[in-house]
């Protein structure tokens, strides 16, 4: 009688509680969900350029799932910056050239297979000149990878510990002391994104220094860079963090905002070829902050562009920021009117 009494109390406590409720049901389906619209887009199919390439292999190229267009090298250049082609093939005193965008390493090879393949079908068996538009030839996945991933972690840790770090100052009774004094709303929350911002610092500084200089990231862009897009990252979740707390009761309930904020956002973030992400999702990048600053962490990094280049990258997390700084003001409302 009384397990029965016990088992019967959990169960409408769950049903009490919509949100975790919500999140045990509807969550694992969704995450399900995007993880196979994202796995089973389109392939996606590489585009090369070429330039003085003898028919026959220019036949034997077309014949291969790939997008083949006649451009000269500074057309090459161009979209590769673009990001619109994977690779540039030219032929220079009969001798094959091949020029490869190069910041993904996996793209890279694929392309080397296909071209090294229609070159020497026809009986000539030459050995092409590769060179590297972006990245070198040692370039590894973890290059690849690592400038996400350091968007990645800085975004996620800060966005946890801000979150329940807002969450025990209201819990805690700080916040409403805070909101009875003439303080204003504003007032509270920059102070606050300020005081956990110090630390957001420190944290961010210590992931780009140790990545870069202890796990030998490949670094071709100037540090600086590197350092402002992840310490934007991290207050971009700093903000959203306390923002979201000012909606949870306790730490179990910032926690069930992972797989909603967090998870969607590995998808998109460039760990998965976007290009070959279903259309029904394809939309959820451009709107998440990670999506941006992983975008710009690449372009420093691997490509070793600059500011111009990263600006708009820059202005977009930073413009997250103000927006999730302007909703906790609002959101505050709920203590207290003025």
Same mark, same amino acid.
């Given at each position: ?11 409408? @406590? ?10 045990? #049901? ?34 034997? /190229? ?37 020029? #490869? ?7 890279? @090879? ?56 807002? =969450? ?24 606050? /994104? ?45 903000? /959203? ?10 730490? /179990?309930?910032?926690? @069930? ?13 460039? =760990? ?32 070793? #562009? ?15 920021? =103000? ?8 959101? #505050? ?6």
């Amino acid at each position: 009688m009384r397990v029965k009494a016990i088992t019967v109390r959990i169960i409408k @406590q769950f049903f009490h509680d919509k949100r975790t409720l919500a999140m045990m #049901l509807v969550a694992p389906l969704l995450i399900l969900t995007i993880i196979s619209l994202v796995f089973n887009g389109e392939d996606s199919v590489p585009s090369i350029g070429i330039e003085q390439v003898p028919e026959p292999v220019k036949e034997l /190229l077309k014949e291969q799932k790939i997008t083949v267009s006649e451009m000269d090298q500074g057309d090459a250049e161009q979209k590769f910056r673009e990001g619109s082609l994977d690779a540039w093939i030219t032929l220079e005193d009969n001798q094959p050239r091949i020029v #490869l965008e190069g910041s993904d390493p996996g793209t890279n @090879q694929m392309v080397l297979n296909i071209v090294q393949q229609a070159i020497q079908s026809p009986g000539q068996k030459m050995k092409p000149d590769v060179e590297y538009f972006y990245g070198t030839e040692d370039m590894t996945s973890f290059d690849n990878f690592g400038p996400v991933l350091i968007g990645f972690f800085a975004f996620f840790f800060v966005f946890l510990i801000a979150g329940v770090s807002f =969450l025990r100052e209201r819990t805690g009774g700080t916040l409403e002391r805070l909101m009875g004094s003439p303080v204003k709303k504003s007032e509270i929350v920059i102070g606050y /994104l300020l005081g956990f911002g110090f630390f957001t610092l420190i944290q961010s500084t210590l992931i780009v220094i140790y990545s870069i200089y202890v796990l030998d990231l490949l670094m071709i862009g100037d540090f600086i860079w590197v350092l402002a897009v992840t310490l934007l990252c991290a207050f971009t979740a700093l903000s /959203l963090g306390t923002l979201l707390s000012t909606y949870a009761h306790n730490e /179990l309930q910032i926690i @069930q905002f992972i797989p909603i904020v967090i998870v969607p956002q590995v998808f998109f973030s460039g =760990l998965f070829d976007l290009e070959a992400i279903s259309d029904l999702v394809s939309w959820i990048g451009p709107i998440t902050p990670l999506y941006y600053a992983a975008d710009a962490l690449r372009d420093v990094m691997i490509r070793g #562009l600059g500011f111009e280049e990263i600006a708009i990258n820059l202005a977009v997390l930073f413009g997250f920021s =103000l927006l999730f700084s302007a909703a906790n003001i609002l959101a #505050l409302r709920k203590y207290r009117s003025f």
